[in-house]
C-alpha cells in the first residue's frame, strides 16, 4: 500500500515544485523591464503628411459644416521612451458655402493655421508598432472673408465667423508602424476644439504622415 501510494506523493510534489517555479518566472517576467527597442532611442520625431478636419464655419442658420484639406508638420522632444513634448502646425483649406444672402455672396474660401504644444505620450512599444496619445495646446488663426472683400459685408452678417485668432487645441491618439529604426508611417485622430466667435467649435481631425526619428536618447 505504501508503495502504491509513494508515486502519487511524489507526482504532486514534482506538480507543487513545477506550479512554484512557474509562477516565479513570471513574476519574475512581469517585474523586469521593458527591452529597449533601437526603434525607440532617438531624441527626436519629425512627422509630417497630410490632414483633414471637418468644420462648421459659422453659427447661423443653414451654414453648412464643410471638410477642410491641408498639411501638419510636427516635432516630438522625448525625455524618455514614454513621454515627450510635442510641438505641431496644421493648415487646413476650403470653401465655405454662404447661406443665401443680399449681398450676392455665394461663397468664400477659408483657412485655418493652429499652433500648439504639449505632452505626447508613447503607451504602447513594440518591434514593428507603437501608440500612444497627445494633449496639444494653442492658438488658432482662422480666415473666413475672402469672398466678401469686395462685397460691402462681413461674414459675421450672414452668419459666418469674422477672421480671428482663436484658442485652438487638439486631443487624441495616434498610431506609428515602423518600416525600420528610423522612419515610420503614422496616423492620428483628433478632437479639435476653436473657439471663433463667442461659441466652441467641435472639429474632428485626422492625419496620415510619415516619421523620421533623429539624434539618441541616453
Known amino acids: 500500500m505504501i508503495l502504491r501510494i509513494r508515486p502519487v506523493y511524489a507526482a504532486l510534489a514534482f506538480l507543487a515544485i513545477f ?23 532617438q531624441r527626436f520625431d519629425v512627422y509630417g503628411g497630410y490632414s483633414y ?28 521612451q514614454l513621454f515627450g513634448l510635442e510641438f505641431s502646425i496644421r493648415g487646413y483649406y476650403g470653401t465655405i458655402i454662404v447661406p443665401p444672402n443680399a449681398y450676392n455672396v455665394t461663397t468664400s474660401n477659408m ?46 452678417q450672414v452668419g459666418i465667423y469674422n477672421n480671428k485668432v482663436a484658442f485652438g487645441a487638439a486631443v487624441g491618439g495616434w498610431a506609428d508602424y515602423n518600416i525600420n529604426q528610423k522612419w515610420a508611417v503614422r496616423a492620428t ?30
Open 19 to 41: 506550479s512554484v517555479s512557474t509562477v516565479l518566472r513570471a513574476q519574475v517576467t512581469a517585474t523586469a523591464p521593458a527591452t529597449t527597442l533601437p526603434q525607440y532611442q
Open 53 to 80: 478636419s471637418h468644420f462648421n464655419p459659422g453659427p447661423g442658420k443653414g451654414v453648412s459644416a464643410i471638410n477642410l484639406n491641408g498639411w501638419n508638420g510636427d516635432l516630438t522632444a522625448w525625455f524618455k
Open 111 to 156: 483657412s485655418e493655421h493652429l499652433f500648439m504644444v504639449g505632452p505626447n505620450f508613447r503607451i504602447v512599444r513594440k518591434q514593428n508598432y507603437a501608440a500612444g496619445g497627445h494633449v496639444l495646446l494653442g492658438a488658432a488663426d482662422g480666415s473666413f472673408d475672402e469672398g466678401f472683400k469686395n462685397s460691402g459685408a462681413q461674414p459675421y
Open 189 to 218: 485622430a483628433d478632437w479639435l476644439p476653436t473657439h471663433y466667435g463667442f461659441s466652441t467649435q467641435n472639429e474632428f481631425a485626422g492625419t496620415v504622415g510619415v516619421v523620421y526619428k533623429i539624434g539618441y536618447l541616453k
